[in-house]
């Protein structure tokens, strides 16, 4: 089973513009992600796929795999599919170019998910105790089957507890996707639906078309760069591993 790990990277970013470029302890954001992605050694290949001339200059200037995007796309799953389309490899999977502290365990863990055929797609979710993050719209929930499987992705509260007595556990998704190939190229060519709309988060597409995610548990909280602040963690976080 040949896995490959591909890093969309688009240089925008309404938040944070040009984040990936940003200097994490004397290499660009990009250029952390893609090494932490390499060290784990789970993957056959690992590869950044990007549209812009400086993320690429920076990635093949260490000696990594860029993938040049000849088309515009609106999700990292449709980089990552074009990439994907004309590669050999069995499991694709999509790590964001905004997380630069990449962990071997929940990375292993998440493509050994695939060693059950059914597995058409997976994802990586952490426990929580809902208090403060429950009602915060930037933490996507879900909740899962007996089996791990998602029933459902929210930016609401999931679950509700109507029931106080019940011990308060949820869910965290870490969005880090893994793919059967032709999985991954199947949804990118599906129409948008109502509920990935409604809520904006693409992988309700998948569970709308009846695809099920595999959920894996992982204890791992990966640190995302989404604004100047997270990039000011992620230096402290970098400076005390490396103290």
Do not use: W
């Not at 990552?80 to 292993?108: K, W, Y």
């Not at 009846?210 to 230096?235: N, S």
Request: charged fraction near 25%; aromatic fraction near 10%.
């Amino acid at each position: 089973m040949k896995v490959i790990a591909l890093i969309p990277a688009r240089y925008a970013a309404s938040r944070f513009p040009a984040k990936l470029m940003s200097d994490l302890c004397g290499k660009p954001v990009i250029v952390r992600t893609y090494l932490s992605t390499l060290a784990t050694g789970v993957f056959d290949k690992v590869m950044v796929v990007t549209d812009h001339r400086d993320i690429a200059d920076q990635i093949t200037a260490i000696g990594g795999d860029v993938y040049f995007s000849h088309f515009p796309h609106e999700s990292g799953s449709d980089r990552i599919a074009e990439a994907a389309r004309n590669m050999e490899g069995d499991i694709f999977v999509n790590v964001q170019g905004d997380e630069p502290f990449q962990d071997t365990r929940s990375l292993a863990d998440l493509v050994a998910a695939f060693k059950s055929p059914e597995v058409k797609v997976a994802s990586l979710m952490s426990c929580f105790t809902p208090v403060d993050g429950s009602v915060n719209s930037n933490i996507v929930k879900v909740v899962v089957d007996k089996n791990d499987y998602a029933l459902y992705f929210s930016r609401s509260e999931i679950p509700f507890f109507r029931n106080t007595a019940v011990t308060r556990k949820a869910y965290r998704h870490i969005g880090v996707y893994a793919y059967r190939k032709e999985t991954l190229l199947t949804f990118t060519q599906m129409d948008k639906t109502y509920l990935e709309e409604a809520e904006m988060l693409e992988q309700l597409r998948l569970l709308e078309n009846g695809i099920r995610i595999k959920m894996v548990e992982t204890q791992h909280e990966a640190i995302a760069i989404d604004t100047p602040e997270d990039l000011q963690k992620a230096i402290h976080y970098f400076q005390k591993l490396n103290e």
